[in-house]
T-cell receptor, first 114, second 115 residues
């Protein structure tokens, strides 16, 4: 079975600080995307950023960037200049192997303190 | 206004009853998915469909059934055979042709509680 591991159940930082959420994955796919989703208290899953595995350049979306290490199967999310609205659960996801769904980690609860 | 809608937002079921959760999308996506989320857990795949009139079991399909008669709609039925159905259910869709390179977009979810 494919696995995604998020080793930080909860993190707390001050507003405007930079924070990094870690993720390791295990997929048998050769060409794949990796994803970070945000789930605020409303519980809507929102796509934050995605990384195409065949691209060496790390993806960036405004304050959000990734550090993708393909050989190590590591895919961390960096949030710069954190804001109160960033408080949420963050889930890392990778392809689910035989199924076309995604395999999700258990999530990191990120709290931004004022 | 394109998107994915799920209804109802909250659903209560008595033990032994079947209930159906609705999922509709107007994104013209071929693929649709159902996930279950339990407290402190990530999402787990129940069923997915890459095309109309075809669907596949995911990791936890037992006690659930689906249909895909229209491209826009992918309803999920939680049957009485599902022993622990209380959970948050999320529907997603993607363009299709996935195999690891498809981006999924999610609806707002349905919270199912068994009384």
């Amino acid at each position: 079975a494919q696995t995604v591991t998020q080793s930080q159940p909860e993190m707390s930082v001050q507003e405007a600080e930079t924070v990094t959420l870690s993720c390791t994955y295990d997929t048998s796919e050769n060409n794949y995307y990796l994803f970070w989703y945000k789930q605020p208290p409303s519980r809507q899953m929102i796509l934050v950023i995605r990384q195409e595995a065949y691209k060496q350049q790390n993806a960036t979306e405004n304050r959000f960037s990734v550090n993708f290490q393909k050989a190590a199967k590591s895919f961390s999310l960096k949030i710069s200049d954190s804001q109160l609205g960033d408080t949420a659960m963050y889930f890392c996801a990778s392809p689910g192997g035989g199924a076309d769904g995604l395999t999700f980690g258990k999530g990191t609860h990120l709290i931004i303190q004022p | 206004d394109g998107g994915i809608t799920q209804s109802p937002k909250y659903l209560f079921r008595k033990e032994g009853q079947n209930v159906t959760l609705s999922c509709e999308q107007n994104l013209n996506h071929d693929a649709m998915y159902w996930y279950r989320q339990d407290p402190g857990q990530g999402l787990r795949l129940i069923y997915y469909s890459q095309i109309v009139n075809d669907f596949q079991k995911g990791d936890i399909a037992e006690g659930y059934s689906v249909s895909r008669e229209k491209k826009e709609s992918f309803p999920l039925t939680v049957t009485s055979a599902q022993k622990n159905p209380t959970a948050f259910y999320l529907c997603a869709s993607s363009i299709g042709g996935g195999f690891g390179t498809d981006t999924q977009y999610f609806g707002p979810g349905t919270r199912l509680t068994v009384l």
